[in-house]
């Protein structure tokens, strides 16, 4: 304000400058004084208000040379100096100077007549008239032009100075300046007869901004009533009439607003401008009134914007796009949604006559409500809806959902009760491991694994028949063994060697050694039964022959010199002989009998020795007299017997051997590859040559520990058949087998199985549980077709309510019509078939 | 078959008397330990270096033996280490003597039998049941410590702190408790072990029950478990005894 002002003031001040310097000019030239009204300049013959207004205010100057221009004053100050002498008033106005306006559209256009009439003064009068002016020499304006249009007042068609004509002095000037025809005067008004002619005065005229309290004011114009441009102020006289019109727009409520018009007369005019706006928006014309719709391709979990393409009358008489109000319906519809309040557009289309009516994204629902657009109503009543299909999906999730947890919790509680079979068979090998062989406990494990690998969904009913495998098996054959080992009088070699086949054949632990297995227990249980009968004679008939070949050598030893030198000692070696050859033959005899006593075999173990000793003696050339025991069985003293320990104990129990390096692992499944679940023999094979065709280790130390993942399997020999339960996720887990012996890896494989093979089974059984799935989707049909009568026709479908609603309802079908409707149907047909309730029990 | 087979051959069916080549096998071997005392003898002409003269003397003891246990009904309960304390009992050693001395040793005439019905029938407190028994049992220890002792292992029970093993004999050694000297299982010698218990079962099989107490680790007990285990043990009369228990 304070900038304006300033320019205002430079403005002002530069005006002064050049109104000297025009003088001067004047001066200059040849006018007679700087006031000389005939001194004309072009440059004010322009008729622009500009230079009509710079015309004036250079007249006013002329007449009042030593007054400053009112225009050039501020408001404040021009409202006290530039008064005209007469009123001004508007015709037809009420006397509370309130003038009524009616706005349609958002504008309007009033015309309004500014009546000038003299001032009245009371008799007596008790001011001095006022000064009666000179006639101005040219009563349209200065110099001679007429007023510029945009002060208002020009000559009417009729008069005798046509616009722009310069009338001459003395003339004299028409009574209305606008137009006097039919013009009444105002109310007190000095008729123009009587009254003296007044000179045309410049009456300020100014109109204010349109409020209507809560929006942006609405400016306003006042125009000439006959071209239209704006008009700030007037020339006029008493008894002229002025036209104007005012010019308002952009009402966009239907409100009432106010505004002020300021006629700068003789005395104080302000009027009241009350604007009635009605209807601000143009109509389109719709030709329609209801718009009601059902959209039933929602997608699910996403909302929809729908549109509608409506004619209309006169779509371009508005610019777009156009104003729309959303209003509650006329009537309230039952479970309707209002109309979201935003969001809602009206546009011009691309095709003339038609606007297109967008509305925001919308859930799936049912609603209601109004729109003005452009102030013409559009009643809506929308529904909004999903695919019928989408109940069917969910009532078939719903359905898949409870067939599915059903399959689970009895799929779960399948698996622990197979597993707990499982345990208690593992519970019961575990207790009889100790007397079983390592090929029994290790088939039990397999079996036990094996089942542990079915226990998947589609394999799980193969749990039960495999753990009938899972028995131990009973051997009565090694319980004969052991007795027979523990209470039969053996010589110890004939003991350990029993021992040591015996320990051999409970090391077994590969399939293809199950059959010497059986074969040796089988052949180990029928010695047992004859007391080892064969075994001690084979070991008496070497013991035999051992002694006859002593006997010779002994005698061959006692021919030569030591016959002679020592006939005694000979003659006892030879008694000696012959007293052992007579022990052989009785023990021999007992073997073939009742058997032998058990101190009597601890004598026949001390003859080998004894016949060393005596083969020594007779080498060295001399008999002591200790060979007399001989003659009297007494071998006791004659080297180690069973009273030392044996150094032919069984394999388990010699030095760990050293194993030679390099020795590899091969692995040989039921087919071409491994497979979980199938049974893989691992042996321990030489280094040389192809893995495939490497001639088997044979260790001379039992037992091989077979480790596998970190995990003792079985102490057995050389070959293991091993079960995998799983093969890892995909197959992708390497699996690690060692063999190792006295704690130190002699073999290890390292390498993948496969998963294990699909057999017919699981075939089988998959096409029965798409039989089932197929049996439940008969039901999801039928029960889906019902859900969709129900939830889907004629009503709003979608939200969460609704899907949640959808599928229970296929849950509930299932639970019913399948599991249910299938326990009611084996219950009937077992109450109605007897048999089949014993089939089943 | 399997308990002709397993059974001692002393309780036999057969009667020692039917048949002098099932005795002769059975106790051939214990008669002629018996007649070794006959070389202390003086005065008696006999070369027992002589197969021949060795046989008489052996014919002799056995025609005594004999006779003894048929008279006495003894067959059922006849035993090796019975036979040699009979046929060391002062009354064979007499009558042998004096078979030996006689015109023909050896004969079986009236003479003879009537001298060995004689000795048979004479009391003497050497051929006493108890006597029998004593000597028996003794003789049984010294044929123990020369040839040793089989037994079984009939349990073996594992528990956090040790290792107690229940072992069985058809042999009475006259084990007693604390008679343990040296313990061994499976090649390693066990200190600290013992012999805890020991029940004896006169009449049946086995004969002695005894328990075995060692301190094992709690690693060697999972091995001992899934092994075969052998236990030789050494009392403190240098018997040894082994036995073993498959895994």
Redesign the interface.
């Known amino acids: 304000m304070q900038r304006a002002r300033m320019m205002r003031t430079a403005r002002r001040t530069s005006r002064t400058w050049l109104s000297a310097i025009v003088v001067l000019a004047a001066a200059a030239v040849g006018c007679a004084e700087p006031g000389d009204p005939h001194c004309t300049d072009d440059t004010f013959a322009a008729g622009s208000p500009a230079s009509a207004h710079a015309k004036g205010a250079n007249g006013a100057a002329s007449v009042r040379a030593a007054a400053p221009d009112p225009s050039d004053l501020p408001p404040s100050a021009a409202n006290g100096v530039a008064a005209p002498s007469f009123n001004v008033t508007i015709a037809g106005v009420l006397d509370d100077r309130v003038l009524p306006i009616e706005a349609v559209h958002g504008s309007f256009d009033e015309p309004i007549v500014l009546v000038a009439t003299a001032r009245y003064v009371p008799y007596p009068f008790t001011e001095p008239f006022p000064p009666i002016e000179p006639p101005l020499d040219n009563p349209l304006g200065p110099g001679g032009v007429p007023p510029p249009s945009p002060t208002g007042s020009f000559a009417p068609p009729g008069s005798s100075a046509p616009p722009g004509s310069v009338a001459p002095p003395g003339s004299v000037a028409p009574a209305v300046a606008s137009s006097a025809v039919g013009l009444p005067l105002a109310p007190g008004a000095v008729p123009s007869a009587s009254a003296p002619p007044a000179a045309p005065q410049r009456v300020t005229v100014s109109i204010s901004q349109a409020y209507s309290g809560t929006e942006e004011p609405v400016p306003l114009r006042l125009v000439d009533a006959f071209t239209g441009r704006d008009v700030d102020g007037l020339m006029m006289g008493v008894g002229r009439h002025a036209y104007l019109r005012i010019v308002g727009s952009g009402f966009a409520r239907e409100a009432t607003y106010r505004a002020s018009l300021t006629v700068l007369g003789a005395e104080p005019a302000v009027y009241r401008l009350r604007i009635q706006s009605k209807q601000p928006y143009p109509p389109l014309g719709l030709r329609a009134s209801r718009w009601s719709d059902t959209f039933a391709d929602v997608p699910i979990f996403e909302r929809r914007q729908v549109r509608l393409v409506l004619p209309v009358d006169s779509a371009v008489s508005a610019p777009s796009p156009y104003h729309v109000a959303v209003r509650p319906p006329a009537e309230a519809v039952e479970g309707a949604r209002p109309l979201p309040a935003c969001g809602v557009t009206v546009e011009r289309s691309s095709q003339p006559g038609l606007i297109v009516v967008t509305l925001p994204p919308l859930d799936p629902g049912r609603y209601a409500g109004r729109l003005e657009i452009q102030g013409e109503s559009l009643d809506v009543d929308l529904t909004l809806k999903n695919s019928f299909w989408w109940v069917w999906l969910l009532v078939a999730a719903g359905a898949s959902l409870s067939l599915g947890l059903r399959e689970y919790v009895r799929y779960r509680a399948a698996r622990e009760a197979a597993e707990r079979e499982i345990a208690a068979k593992e519970r019961e090998i575990n207790k009889r491991s100790?007397g079983l062989l390592?090929w029994d406990e290790i088939v039990l494990r397999n079996v036990l694994r094996l089942a542990r690998g079915r226990k998947s969904y589609l394999a799980l009913d193969d749990v039960a028949p495999i753990l009938e495998d899972a028995a131990p098996r009973e051997r009565p054959e090694r319980v004969?063994i052991?007795?027979?080992?523990?209470?039969?009088?053996?010589p110890?070699p004939v003991?350990d060697q029993i021992?040591a086949r015996?320990?051999r054949l409970?090391y077994l632990s590969a399939r293809e050694d199950a059959r010497a297995l059986d074969r040796g227990v089988a052949d180990l249980a029928r010695e047992?039964?004859?007391?080892f009968?064969g075994a001690v004679i084979s070991w008496l008939r070497k013991l035999q022959q051992r002694f006859l070949l002593a006997k010779d050598r002994v005698n061959a030893g006692l021919a030569g010199e030591l016959e002679g030198r020592d006939p005694?000692g000979a003659?006892?070696a030879?008694?000696a002989l012959?007293?052992t050859g007579?022990?052989l033959?009785?023990?021999l005899?007992?073997a073939l009998?009742?058997?032998?006593?058990?101190?009597?075999?601890?004598?026949l173990?001390?003859i080998e020795p004894a016949l060393d000793q005596l083969e020594a003696w007779v080498k060295a050339g001399a008999i002591p007299d200790r060979v007399?025991?001989m003659?009297?069985?007494?071998?006791?003293?004659f080297g180690p017997?069973?009273?030392?320990?044996?150094s032919s104990?069984?394999p388990?129990?010699s030095e760990p051997f050293d194993a030679p390096e390099g020795l590899r692992v091969r692995a040989r499944g039921v087919g071409s590859r491994l497979h979980a679940n199938e049974e893989i023999t691992f042996e321990i094979v030489a280094a040389e040559g192809p893995v495939e065709r490497a001639a088997s280790f044979d260790p001379p130390d039992l037992?091989i520990e077979w480790w596998v993942d970190e995990r003792l399997v079985v102490?057995g020999t050389a070959r293991m058949t091993y079960v995998f339960e799983s093969a890892g996720w995909l197959g992708w887990r390497r699996r690690r087998v060692e063999a190792r012996h006295a704690g130190r890896v002699i073999a290890r494989w390292h390498s993948r199985i496969r998963r294990p093979e699909l057999s017919i089974v699981v075939y089988e059984r998959a096409f029965s549980l798409g039989a089932r799935s197929a049996a439940t989707l008969v039901g999801v049909i039928v029960t889906g077709a019902t859900a969709v009568a129900f939830l889907w026709a004629n009503k709003p479908y979608g939200g969460w309510s609704d899907y949640i609603s959808a599928a229970l309802t296929g849950l509930g079908a299932d639970l019913t019509l399948v599991a249910g409707g299938g326990r009611l149907l084996q219950s009937i047909l077992q109450t109605v078939v007897p048999g089949r309730r014993e089939d089943a029990s | 078959m399997a308990g002709e087979s397993t059974a001692s051959p002393e309780r036999a069916s057969a009667a020692p008397g039917e048949s002098h080549r099932l005795f002769d096998a059975r106790y051939r071997w214990v008669l002629l330990h018996a007649l070794k005392w006959l070389r202390s003898v003086p005065d008696i002409d006999l070369d027992l270096d002589e197969p021949a003269q060795l046989q008489t003397a052996y014919d002799c003891m056995r025609a005594f033996v004999l006779r003894y246990v048929l008279e006495h009904d003894l067959c059922d309960d006849l035993d090796p280490m019975s036979v040699a304390a009979i046929a060391e009992s002062a009354p064979a050693r007499a009558t042998v003597e004096s078979l030996l001395r006689s015109e023909h040793p050896g004969a079986e005439d009236a003479e003879t039998r009537k001298l060995i019905d004689d000795a048979v029938h004479a009391p003497d407190p050497s051929l006493e049941p108890a006597a029998i028994d004593r000597r028996a049992r003794d003789r049984r220890l010294e044929f123990a410590k020369s040839f040793g002792l089989h037994a079984r292992i009939t349990d073996v029970e594992v528990s956090g702190s040790g290792l107690r093993v229940h072992v069985a004999f058809d042999e009475d050694i006259a084990f007693t408790p604390d008679d343990l000297k040296t313990l061994e299982i499976n090649g390693v010698l066990l200190a600290g072990a013992q012999l805890v218990d020991v029940h004896r079962n006169e009449a049946g099989s086995p004969r002695v029950e005894a328990v075995l107490v060692a301190n094992v680790d709690r690693a060697s007990i999972e091995t001992l478990r899934s092994l075969p285990m052998r236990v030789t043990a050494t009392t403190k009369d240098d018997v040894h005894m082994q036995a073993m228990k498959m895994a």
């Open positions: 100790d390592a004969e052991d007795r027979a080992l523990n209470e039969t009088a053996l110890s003991r021992r015996l320990a409970s047992a039964r004859n007391g009968q005694e003659k006892r030879r008694t012959h007293v007579l022990l033959d009785d023990a005899t007992l009998g009742p058997g032998l006593s058990p101190l009597h075999t601890g004598m173990v001390k007399v025991s003659i009297h069985a007494s071998f006791g003293s017997g069973d009273g030392a320990p044996s104990a069984s388990a129990l037992p102490r």
